[in-house]
């Protein structure tokens, strides 16, 4: 078993400039070498060992890269295979049917959230997001809801002055303010945001937990603040609440009750 433990550099190397592309999709082997610091000597190694399996594929003309469709066949295999997916997107395309509006579940990775299912809203203007797309732990409702529950030295990590940005006026960057609002979202088991990632746009989400009481994701829905009234933020705080019941109870979780007793 000590064996799984050592890794080797190359294929982390490798694993580094796929990672890159999340930055954006498109990069040549300039770029690659500087956001990953991989001397070009061997990024042309590796890249070339990419593209010929089929994870990269090189445009000749304009000397670019991209993710090639071998990414695209695993992630297929990851979604089919993923029970949380699979079980989630239904309970999601129910909250698009009932709001109208964009509905998606986020996970951590990192000290970020990834979205992992996104099911699109059925209005002519709609906030959307990617499948994949990351973003940040501390503003908006989702990444607000999996920050209260994340593990301590995740919040310690991410509650620091110089970590919190401010994305738009409204995004909270005061620690203690912030630290003080996660305490509500851990004591009401929701959240809400009215324009902390985008201006005009409001959100509200709510976790789900596993069997081991601890949350595994946070799902909720999005959609532009004049189509939400005060009154129907409420109507659909409460949806949002109850899907997010309903999902945990299918992944066989249960809510933990004295989260606040074991942390203390």
Request: hydrophobic share 40%; net charge positive.
């Amino acid at each position: 078993m000590k064996e799984m433990h050592r890794h080797v550099e190359a294929v982390l190397k490798a694993l580094d400039i796929l990672d890159a592309f999340q930055s954006q999709p498109v990069l040549t082997l300039k770029e690659i070498i500087h956001l990953t610091k991989i001397n070009r000597s061997r990024a042309m190694r590796l890249t070339g060992t990419l593209e010929s399996r089929g994870y990269l594929l090189y445009d000749i003309e304009k000397r670019r890269f991209r993710l090639g469709p071998r990414l695209l066949t695993l992630g297929k295999v990851f979604e089919d295979h993923n029970m949380l997916i699979s079980i989630s997107r239904p309970i999601l395309r129910d909250l698009v049917k009932m709001t109208g509006e964009m509905a998606s579940l986020y996970v951590v990775d990192g000290l970020d959230r990834v979205a992992l299912v996104r099911e699109k809203g059925s209005h002519e203007i709609s906030y959307t997001v990617s499948e994949g797309q990351r973003m940040e732990l501390y503003a908006g409702a989702a990444g607000k809801v999996l920050l209260a529950f994340a593990f301590p030295e995740i919040q310690k990590k991410v509650l620091r002055k110089n970590f919190l940005r401010k994305l738009t006026p409204n995004t909270i960057s005061d620690p203690k303010r912030l630290a003080r609002e996660l305490e509500a979202i851990r004591r009401e088991k929701y959240a809400v945001s009215e324009g902390e990632r985008a201006l005009d746009v409001w959100s509200v989400a709510a976790p789900v937990f596993n069997h081991e009481t601890k949350v595994c994701c946070a799902i909720g829905i999005t959609g532009p603040i004049y189509r939400i009234s005060k009154p129907r933020q409420s109507e659909y705080s409460r949806l949002v609440i109850a899907k997010a019941g309903e999902l945990t109870r299918r992944l066989g979780g249960h809510e933990c009750h004295h989260l606040e007793e074991e942390k203390s």
